[in-house]
C-alpha cells in the first residue's frame, strides 16, 4: 500500500514538474523580439549602456562638460533606472574635429552593449562620426550640433540615426543678421569661419540674411583653429571698412581674434560678435577684458521651461557651480528623450531579459512629438531636427569676465513673426 502511494506520488510529481517545464518551455518559445536591425539584450541586473561622444578635453572641454552634466541630471532624475535596470554612461573624448569624432564613433560602435548615444558637440566631429554609428545600428541625439547640412534632406541614408535638440543654423545665422541690421543698425559686415561645417555654414547664413536685409558683406575670411596671430586677416578685413565683424567659430582661435582685433588700425571701434561656439566660461579666460562690450547669438535662456529653474538649482547643488556654455538644457532632453524611446520599445522577455531593437528606438526618436522638455516642446521631424528653436543676444559685461559667470538673460531677442493677415473673402454674386 505504502509502495502504491510512493509510486503515485512519483508519477504526480513527475508529471507536474514536465507540465510546469513545457509550459515555461512553450512561454519562452511564444515569446519574440524582432527587428530589422538588430536587438541589445540585458540580462537582469545588467546595465543600459549609453554612451556619450563629447569634447572633454582641450580648448573647447566646457562645451562637452556643460552638455555631459546635462545628460547626468537627467540620469539623477530618473533615478538612475529605466525599466528597474540601471543606466551607464560611457564617455569618449571627441576634441571637436572629424579626426576625434571619427574615432569616438568607432569605438562607441565597436561596443555591442551600447543602447544609443547622446552627441557629438561640434558639427565637424558628427559629420564622419553620425554615419559610423549609424552603420552599427546605434542612433544619436546631438544636443550641440547646429550645422544645417546634418539634418538637409541631401545628407543621405547614412545618417537616418542622426537627430538634434540644437537648434539649426538657419535660425541662429538668420537672427544674428537681424540683430546687426535693426539692433546695431549698421550697414557693412565681415564674418570670419574657420572651415568647420559649424562655422562656414553659419557665417553664410548670416551674410545671405544681412545682404538680404539690405547690408553689404566687405569679406568672408576664414583662420585655422590652430591659428594664433590673427592681424594679416584682420588687417586684410579692416581694408573693407566692416561696422561688424562675425565670427562663429570656437574658443581658441574666438580668443585671438578678440585679444587682437582692436589692435588694427579701422577695427578699434567695430562691433564683435561670435556665437554658441565661444559662448563660455572658458572663452571668457582666453579673450579676458578683451571680450567686454562684445556681443553673441545663442539659445535664449528666458524662453526655457518652468523645469529650468529647477535643473539650475541641481545643477549648482551637484557640481558647485552655474552651467558654462549653452547646451546643457539641450543634452538633458537629449537624454530624457532617449530614455522615453526606450521604455516605449523594450520589452522584457519571461527570464527577465530585456530587449531593445535599434530599428525599433530609432524610429521612436524620430516619432518624438509635443515632448515636454526644458528647451520647449520638441517635435522631430523627418530629418531628425527636433528643436523648438529660440535664439537671443547676449552681451558680455565686466562682470561677467571677472566672475567667470555667463549672463542669463537676454540682451536683445527678435520679435516673433506677425500673425498673418486672414485671406480676404471675394464679393458674393448679387
Known sequence: MKKSIYYLFMVTLIVALSSTFAYAQAKKEAF????KIGVVKIKPGEPIHIACWMVVAGPDASLGTDTKRGV????????????????????QDTGCN?????????????????????????????????????????ATV?????????????RGPEYDGYLRTAHNDKVQGAVAAEFAIKKLKVKKAATIHDGSP??????????????????????????APTDTDMRPVLTKIATGKPEF?????????????????????????????????????????????????????SPDFSAFGAGYKSFL??????????????????????????????EKVAKKGPDGTLYIGRKKLRDALYATKNFPGLTGNLTCDKYGDCADPRIAVYLTSEENIKKLVMPDKPFWVPSPPEPKAPAKKAPGKK
Open 98 to 138: 572629424a579626426e576625434g569624432g571619427q574615432v569616438a564613433a568607432t569605438k562607441i560602435a565597436a561596443d555591442p552593449t551600447v543602447v544609443a548615444a547622446i552627441g557629438s558637440n561640434c558639427s565637424s566631429e558628427a559629420r564622419p562620426g553620425a554615419p559610423i554609428l549609424w552603420k552599427a545600428g546605434i
Open 32 to 35: 519574440k523580439y524582432e527587428d
Open 198 to 223: 559649424y562655422a562656414e555654414q553659419l557665417q553664410a547664413v548670416f551674410a545671405a540674411t544681412f545682404k538680404k536685409l539690405g547690408g553689404t558683406i566687405t569679406s568672408q575670411e576664414a583662420v
Open 313 to 342: 538649482e541641481k545643477h549648482q547643488k551637484k557640481y558647485g557651480e552655474k552651467p558654462i556654455a549653452p547646451f546643457h538644457a539641450h543634452a538633458y532632453d537629449a537624454a530624457m528623450m532617449v530614455f522615453a524611446a526606450i
Open 72 to 91: 547626468e541630471i537627467a540620469i539623477d532624475d530618473k533615478g538612475g533606472k529605466i525599466l528597474g535596470f540601471p543606466i551607464k554612461l560611457t564617455v
Open 142 to 154: 546631438s544636443p550641440s550640433n547646429t550645422a544645417p547640412f546634418l539634418t538637409d534632406p541631401k
Open 245 to 297: 565683424i562675425y565670427y562663429p567659430i570656437f574658443i581658441a582661435a574666438g580668443g585671438h581674434i578678440t585679444r587682437q582685433v582692436k589692435e588694427v588700425k579701422g577695427l578699434e571701434k567695430v562691433y564683435l560678435m561670435g556665437a554658441d561656439g565661444i559662448f563660455s566660461t572658458d572663452f571668457y579666460k582666453a579673450a579676458g577684458e578683451a571680450a567686454i562690450g562684445m556681443y553673441h547669438s
